[in-house]
Nanobody
C-alpha cells in the first residue's frame, strides 16, 4: 500500500518560487503515475499536473503551463513540483496523488497525501 507525504509548502511573495516534494512509501513507486492537484478555499480540487511512472509523459493544467514543472526520482520514491512565477491565485492546498495512469481525472487517483499549504502574497 502506497502512502504519500507532501512537504515544501509555505508563504511566498508573488513572482517567487517554491518546490514541493512528495515522498511515497512502498517498493512499487515507479509503477505509479503521479499527479499534483490543488484546492483553494471554497473551490473544487483542480488538476495541476501529472507524470507517468517512467517520467516520459507529462501533462499540465492550463493555469500552470510554462510556470510549473513536475519531475520524479524513482530511486528516491519522490515526485517534485517546481513552481515559478507564483501568483496569488496559486494559493491553495497542494496534494500529490497516485494512479495507475497519468490523467487529469481526479477519480482515477486512489492514493492521496495529506496536502501542503501554499500561500502567495501580492
Amino acid at each position: 500500500q502506497v502512502q504519500l507525504v507532501e512537504s515544501g509548502g509555505g508563504l511566498v511573495q508573488a513572482g517567487g518560487s517554491l518546490r514541493l516534494s512528495c515522498v511515497a512509501s512502498g517498493r512499487t513507486f515507479s509503477s505509479y503515475a503521479m499527479g499534483w492537484f490543488r484546492q483553494a478555499p471554497g473551490k473544487e480540487r483542480e488538476f495541476v499536473t501529472t507524470i507517468s511512472g517512467s517520467g516520459s509523459y507529462i501533462r499540465y493544467g492550463d493555469s500552470v503551463k510554462g510556470r510549473f514543472t513536475i519531475s520524479r526520482d524513482n530511486a528516491k520514491n519522490t515526485v517534485f513540483l517546481q513552481m515559478n512565477s507564483l501568483k496569488p491565485e496559486d494559493t491553495a492546498v497542494y496534494y500529490c496523488a497516485a494512479s495507475t495512469t497519468p490523467t487529469s481525472t481526479i477519480s482515477r487517483y486512489d492514493k492521496w497525501g495529506q496536502g501542503t499549504q501554499v500561500t502567495v502574497s501580492s
